[in-house]
């Protein structure tokens, strides 16, 4: 079908097809010219291209129908108070026909301008809700800062292209609002677990959101699978009030029937609600319930948990009930029970004994049941250890030569114990309860200490310390050392041991040193003489109740040789390395001998050397020197106390001995 149609002044034909709608021309409300007079207006100024004035013109005359699309989407969602921008993209096709663009609000069934652009200005309309709150940029989007609530609604762009037509799209706008935190409040009434229905624990509110959130009971992080029906065991109310400002307020009631085991777990509730960018939710804080519940089982304390005699002991109960109870201790010792003071819930007994050991209890009355006594008890020990028994008893004297001698330590105790002796405080001789000694001797003497204690409990232990004495004749170990000071001197130092305590005697000009030592029964004696004579003789004579020993020494000037006779005295060091120079001495001389003998013999074979007696030579003798040396001859095994004599000597020496 044909049809004229008007075109920049001038009347064409143009095909239309039967299902194309023709679009009403939108009037503009600040101007009332045609779309006709707009187009000649445009035309007259110039300001339409000669390209698209011209396609204007050939696409109806060959039967091609214009066409103005709009892109938008069809939802769009925002926050309130936040800012929003709606796109609108036309595509027309045939370019730069773009003559106006509009925004429209949708009020029921009827809409509102909000915003006008033509080719020549653009504007925005005045006395609606959206003259502060708009802008459109150079891509026809059209910006709402800030959202409020009523903006949820449809908004329509509407574009007109001249002869190609005009266009629309409806965006809807959904608008959300974020719930406050939600406030939970607690029932300050204590709730009985003997109840027989479900009682209010607590209520949950949460304001201003959109649209209404949901509220969502907690327990220990696991979600109350509650429901809005009244039962016997668990339920909530829920209630939407919608405010002044349109947005929602929820509260919540939880009614609950609580158990003893509820007593330390924790309630709140949460919100949900719906936003643009997904669900959001948040949560209250976390409350106890009060709840009350009949005491059930009582525990009984013992403080300190390993007691021992002369401890302070303290008994504690404590029930298992959220009510009123009252406390009685008792204990029972040879099948009768008697009952203890006490003072709320503990009860204390000074300075314990083993005695005090046996069973003590607890009884606990609930003043709100008013039902049966509940009880309990525990079964006391009270550690103890006995002053410690020496086997055989002191005093402990015992004779040299004595043969597998033993010395028991035992102490009564509550539990297992360990023993231990030690010498001196702090060499450990034996590991166990009892000191063996197989042969005794001198230096078995001395004090011993054993230890008893109680591995189990703390700083329990017994300790008690003997004196060992040896008794026996006297026993000597001498030490002779010769030195030059102004002339030959001689030291004699001797050890004399016994039980009892030897008297030491010596010849001679003078006395000697004595030091006594009574702890290990031992006196050293220490004579110093100058060598004046060709003979010296020296006996130091030890004497107690049980024998005598004596040491003798005599010394030779002339053949300065001293010969000893008694008790060995011990290896001297000076005595030691002249008898090793002179042995080396010898050996030297005859390797020498016998290197003379061999160049001699082979002389004497290839006839180099005459025989007779004429051949003879006298061979003179070195001079002799009349050096002063003492050698100690002593045979005699070597004792202990040569470190002892080693280091009295070693104080006495003079700067110049030699």
């Known amino acids: 079908m044909r049809r004229l149609v008007p075109v920049g002044g001038v009347w064409l034909f143009s095909s239309a097809s039967p299902h194309s709608r023709a679009l009403p021309l939108p009037v503009s409300h600040s101007s009332s010219s045609a779309l006709g007079g707009?187009?000649?207006?445009?035309?007259?100024?110039?300001?339409?291209?000669?390209?698209?004035?011209?396609?204007?013109?050939?696409?109806?005359i060959s039967g091609i129908i214009a066409t103005v699309h709009l892109s938008t989407p069809p939802v769009m969602e925002a926050e309130i108070k936040k800012a929003i921008s709606i796109p609108c993209v036309p595509k027309i096709s045939i370019p730069n026909t773009l003559k106006y663009i509009q925004w429209f609000v949708m009020?029921?069934?009827?809409?509102?301008?909000?915003?006008?652009?033509?080719?020549?200005?653009?504007?925005?309309?005045?006395?609606?809700?959206?003259?502060?709150?708009?802008?459109?940029?150079?891509?026809?989007?059209?910006?709402?800062?800030?959202?409020?609530?009523?903006?949820?609604?449809?908004?329509?762009c509407q574009v007109g292209a001249g002869s190609t037509g005009s266009g629309e799209a409806t965006t809807l706008l959904k608008v959300y609002g974020a719930a406050e935190t939600p406030q939970i409040q607690k029932n300050d009434v204590a709730i009985s677990v003997m109840e027989k229905?479900?009682?209010?624990?607590?209520?949950?509110?949460?304001?201003?959101?959109?649209?209404?959130?949901?509220?969502?009971?907690y327990k220990d992080s696991n979600p109350l699978q509650v429901t809005s029906q009244i039962n016997n065991k668990m339920y909530a109310t829920f209630q939407a009030t919608q405010e002044a400002s349109g947005l929602y307020t929820i509260s919540s009631r939880l009614y609950y029937l609580p158990e003893k085991k509820d007593k330390d777990s924790k309630f709140y509730c949460e919100v949900s609600y719906r936003?643009?960018?997904?669900?959001?939710?948040?949560?209250?804080?976390?409350?106890?319930?009060?709840?009350?519940?009949?005491?059930?089982?009582?525990?009984?304390?013992?403080?300190?948990?390993?007691?021992?005699?002369?401890?302070?002991?303290?008994?504690?109960?404590?029930?298992?009930?959220?009510?009123?109870?009252?406390?009685?201790?008792?204990?029972?010792?040879?099948?009768?029970?008697?009952?203890?003071?006490?003072?709320?819930?503990?009860?204390?007994?000074?300075?314990?004994?083993?005695?005090?050991?046996?069973?003590?209890?607890c009884r606990v009355l609930d003043l709100d049941l008013l039902l049966d006594q509940i009880y309990n008890n525990v079964t006391v020990t009270v550690n103890y250890l006995d002053p410690i028994v020496l086997k055989p008893k002191a005093p402990h004297i015992l004779t040299v030569g004595d043969k597998n001698v033993s010395i028991s330590c035992e102490a009564g105790a509550s539990q297992p114990t360990k023993a231990a002796w030690t010498k001196h405080k702090k060499t450990i001789v034996s590991s166990r309860n009892v000191l063996h000694l197989p042969v005794v001797t001198y230096n078995d003497a001395g004090n011993y200490s054993?230890?008893?204690?109680?591995?189990?409990?703390?700083?329990?232990?017994?300790?008690?310390?003997?004196?060992?004495?040896?008794?026996?004749?006297?026993?000597?170990?001498?030490?002779?050392?010769?030195?030059?000071?102004?002339?030959?001197?001689?030291?004699?130092?001797?050890?004399?041991?016994?039980?009892?305590?030897?008297?030491?005697?010596?010849?001679g000009e003078k006395e000697p040193t004595l030091k006594y030592h009574h702890q290990k029964n031992y006196v050293v004696s220490e004579?110093?003489?100058?060598?004046?004579?060709?003979?010296?003789k020296l006996t130091c004579n030890g004497t107690n109740a049980l024998g005598s020993k004596a040491h003798s020494v005599t010394l030779e000037r002339g053949s300065l040789l001293v010969s000893t006779t008694g008790?060995?005295?011990?290896?001297?060091?000076?005595?030691?390395?002249?008898?090793?120079?002179?042995?080396?001495?010898?050996?030297?001389?005859?390797?020498?001998?016998?290197?003379?003998?061999?160049?001699?013999?082979?002389?004497?074979?290839?006839?180099?050397?005459?025989?007779?007696?004429?051949?003879k030579q006298n061979i003179a003798q070195p001079e002799v020197h009349d050096n002063s040396v003492v050698e100690a001859k002593d045979n005699q095994k070597v004792p202990e106390e040569t470190m002892l004599l080693q280091g009295v000597n070693g104080e006495k020496k003079p700067p110049n001995h030699q």
């Open 107 to 156: 009020e029921k069934n009827n809409r509102q301008r909000i915003y006008f652009q033509d080719m020549e200005a653009s504007s925005i309309d005045v006395d609606t809700g959206y003259t502060h709150r708009i802008s459109v940029d150079k891509n026809y989007s059209l910006t709402i800062d800030p959202v409020k609530l009523e903006d949820e609604r449809n908004f329509v």
């Open 527 to 536: 004579l110093i003489l100058p060598l004046t004579v060709e003979e010296l």
């Open 197 to 217: 229905s479900p009682a209010e624990v607590a209520q949950c509110i949460t304001r201003n959101g959109y649209p209404v959130p949901k509220i969502t009971w």
């Open 450 to 507: 054993c230890k008893v204690t109680m591995p189990s409990v703390k700083n329990m232990s017994r300790q008690k310390t003997i004196s060992i004495v040896v008794k026996g004749p006297p026993q000597v170990n001498c030490a002779m050392e010769t030195f030059h000071n102004n002339g030959p001197h001689v030291n004699l130092t001797c050890v004399f041991k016994g039980y009892p305590m030897p008297k030491v005697a010596c010849n």
């Open 275 to 361: 936003m643009p960018t997904g669900v959001e939710k948040e949560e209250s804080e976390r409350i106890n319930i009060s709840i009350t519940y009949p005491t059930e089982n009582v525990e009984i304390q013992i403080r300190p948990r390993m007691l021992k005699e002369m401890d302070n002991m303290t008994l504690e109960c404590q029930s298992d009930g959220s009510s009123s109870v009252e406390y009685t201790f008792y204990r029972q010792l040879d099948g009768v029970i008697e009952d203890i003071d006490s003072q709320g819930n503990t009860a204390v007994i000074n300075g314990v004994t083993r005695s005090d050991s046996g069973v003590y209890g």
């Open 567 to 615: 008790p060995s005295t011990t290896d001297m060091s000076h005595a030691k390395s002249s008898g090793g120079v002179v042995i080396v001495v010898i050996i030297v001389c005859i390797l020498l001998i016998a290197i003379l003998g061999a160049v001699l013999y082979f002389l004497y074979k290839k006839g180099k050397i005459p025989c007779g007696r004429s051949g």
């Open 38 to 60: 707009n187009m000649s207006s445009a035309v007259n100024s110039g300001r339409a291209s000669v390209i698209g004035s011209l396609l204007a013109l050939l696409l109806p």
